[in-house]
């Protein structure tokens, strides 16, 4: 009878994680989206009654403070994982590293520095301000932020992985923010943890020019020589299997809590 509230179902990991956890008709999975009437087409192929889709948007606190009454209501005042997997995903800087986007464009640098900020790191700490109260009520107490092995600093200086500046930033910001909360909840028994997907194919490189695609490429031969055994992007399927396996064997008993880990559970991201 667990309960879930995941962020970012519209689409990509997001979408899979609602798929995988409703498969199991005692689970209430509640998905937060920005435009509801799409994924309730999306879901209602599904054919499910567990399923409840809220909207909101992470830069908007006032729809996340609805979501959450309606959560309450759905649940009956508890929750028992929430999983922040929306993010912003900056694509005007994501192919150049920082130094030659400010050359190009400081204003649009700023502009994609601002808005991963605000969605990847303010957004999720008003998400989980507001839906602390529920989970402080539920039995598992689980909190999980999908985070990227692009913001490991030790990954980005020795594959000087100089893309996707402003979004690994605020992916590195937002493990800090799990910490934070880590360190101030423990105590109440509520584990909050940082995992990385790995590298998974969700549809959105069909959209991407050929340059953007030659330096996604460069990326991945880097990939390719501090993993050699990667053999190209896992599946949304995949993915969320590896991730709701870390998350099912990580607690604050053993020491997991506050942790950046990968969909291995542990540091090697690829
Ligand atoms: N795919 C990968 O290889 C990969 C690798 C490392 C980490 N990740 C992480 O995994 C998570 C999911 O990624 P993905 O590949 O599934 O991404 P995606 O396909 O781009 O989906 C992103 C989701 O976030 C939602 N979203 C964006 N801004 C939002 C906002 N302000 N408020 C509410 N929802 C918002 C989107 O909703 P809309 O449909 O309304 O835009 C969408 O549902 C992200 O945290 C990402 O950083 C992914």
């Given at each position: 009878m667990s309960s879930y509230f995941v962020t970012g179902v519209s689409r990509g990991i997001g979408f899979e994680f609602l798929r995988q956890l409703s498969s199991d008709p005692a689970k209430t999975v509640i998905g937060l989206v920005r435009n509801k009437p799409a994924t309730d087409a999306k879901v209602a192929?599904?054919?499910?009654?567990n399923i409840h889709i809220l909207e909101g948007d992470l830069t908007d606190y006032e729809s996340l403070k609805r979501a959450a009454s309606a959560t309450s209501k759905i649940t009956g005042g508890s929750l028992d994982y929430l999983i922040a997997n929306a993010a912003s995903i900056p694509l005007w800087s994501y192919f150049d590293g920082m130094g030659a986007l400010g050359s190009k464009d400081p204003v649009a640098l700023e502009k994609d520095l601002l808005d991963a900020y605000k969605t990847n790191i303010i957004g999720n700490v008003h998400l989980f301000n507001l839906f602390l109260p529920l989970i402080l009520k539920g039995e598992k107490k689980k909190v999980i932020a999908i985070s990227s092995g692009m913001a490991d600093i030790e990954l980005i200086t020795k594959y000087d992985l100089e893309i996707g500046g402003p979004y690994a930033v605020s992916k590195a910001g937002a493990n800090a923010v799990v910490a934070k909360y880590s360190a101030e909840y423990a105590k109440d028994g509520v584990l909050f943890i940082s995992i990385c997907p790995g590298v998974v194919d969700t549809g959105n490189s069909g959209t991407l020019t050929e340059e953007q695609l030659q330096k996604i490429g460069v990326m991945m031969g880097k990939f390719a020589q501090y993993a050699p055994n990667f053999k190209g992007p896992a599946t949304p399927e995949e993915s969320v299997k590896a991730l709701i396996s870390v998350y099912e064997k990580a607690s604050v008993a053993g020491g997991d809590g506050g942790a950046f880990v990968s969909h291995f559970g542990n540091k090697q991201w690829l």
């Open positions: 192929a599904l054919n499910r009654t």
